[in-house]
Nanobody, 126 residues
Framework: QVQLIESGGGLVQAGGSLRLSCAAS????????MAWFRQAPGKEREFVAA??????????IYADSVKGRFTISRDNAKNTVYLQMNSLKPEDTAVYYC?????????????????WGQGTQVTVSS
């Protein structure tokens, strides 16, 4: 069973930066595609970014709303995926979730991901 634990959330002013981390255990991290999703109060969970496994290759993908501001990366030696968030806006406020997909291919659809973390709160003040 894969366990995912997010960290790095917090309160930041608009224009600021945060880096989220997601540590994985209990599986073969390098074979998974990893993604970040977020859910704001009263809204559905939405895709943020995803990075393929080292074996499938391919490009990382981003939601249009974060493209150019957020960067997803992974360190397979540390079983960790990161989300660097710059130029944060109040509308980025949400609970951010880390997800893993066993097939290794990235996807925008949350239903394609097999494992989920508990989430970390990001609050951006104006």
């Amino acid at each position: 069973q894969v366990q995912l634990i997010e960290s790095g959330g917090g309160l930041v002013q608009a224009g600021g930066s945060l880096r989220l981390s997601c540590a994985a255990s209990g599986g073969f991290f390098s074979t998974y595609a990893m993604a970040w999703f977020r859910q704001a109060p009263g809204k559905e969970r939405e895709f943020v970014a995803a990075i393929p496994s080292r074996w499938t290759g391919g490009a990382t993908i981003y939601a249009d709303s974060v493209k150019g501001r957020f960067t997803i990366s992974r360190d397979n030696a540390k079983n960790t995926v990161y989300l660097q968030m710059n130029s944060l806006k109040p509308e980025d406020t949400a609970v951010y979730y880390c997800a893993a997909r066993g097939s290794g291919w990235v996807d925008w659809d949350s239903n394609k991901y097999n494992y989920w973390g508990q989430g970390t709160q990001v609050t951006v003040s104006s």
